[in-house]
């Protein structure tokens, strides 16, 4: 059984910066292309950035591009998004996903919410002013 589960998320102050985690279960994991989304309040939820299993490719939203980073750990089983110059805008709850079929059919990681199989809970990040 997968399961996701993200950590990190608070209430902190612009400009700040924050490292959310995301660890995984499942004995296939350096296998899965990773992404992190996130959900704005009233909002739909939107791609942030994505890996690939071996880590070597990255993918980011225009919005975050320089002031995000994603990386991962397979031995930990770990995905982590560094998130530095925090925005009041960036307020959102953020997600883990994996897609565990890419490794298989090729290609790079996608930006498209359907290409993700599992998803965490989510954990809230806060920006105030």
């Known amino acids: 059984q997968v399961q996701l589960v993200e950590s990190g998320g608070g209430l902190v102050q612009a400009g700040d910066s924050l490292r959310l985690s995301c660890a995984a279960s499942?004995?296939?994991?350096?296998?899965?292309?990773m992404a992190w989304f996130r959900q704005a309040p009233g909002k739909e939820r939107q791609f942030v950035a994505a890996?690939?299993?071996?880590?070597?490719?990255?993918d980011y939203s225009d919005f975050v591009k320089g002031r995000f980073t994603i990386s991962r750990d397979n031995a930990k089983k770990t995905v982590s998004l560094q998130i530095d110059s925090l925005k009041p805008e960036d307020t959102a709850v953020y997600y883990c996903?994996?897609?565990?079929?890419?490794?298989?059919?090729?290609?790079?990681?996608?930006?498209?919410?359907?290409?993700?199989?599992?998803w965490g809970q989510g954990t809230q990040v806060t920006v105030s002013s």
């Open positions: 499942g004995r296939t994991f350096s296998n899965w292309a």
């Open positions: 996903a994996a897609d565990p079929d890419l490794y298989y059919s090729g290609g790079y990681p996608k930006k498209a919410e359907y290409a993700y199989e599992y």
């Open positions: 890996v690939s299993w071996t880590g070597g490719y990255t």
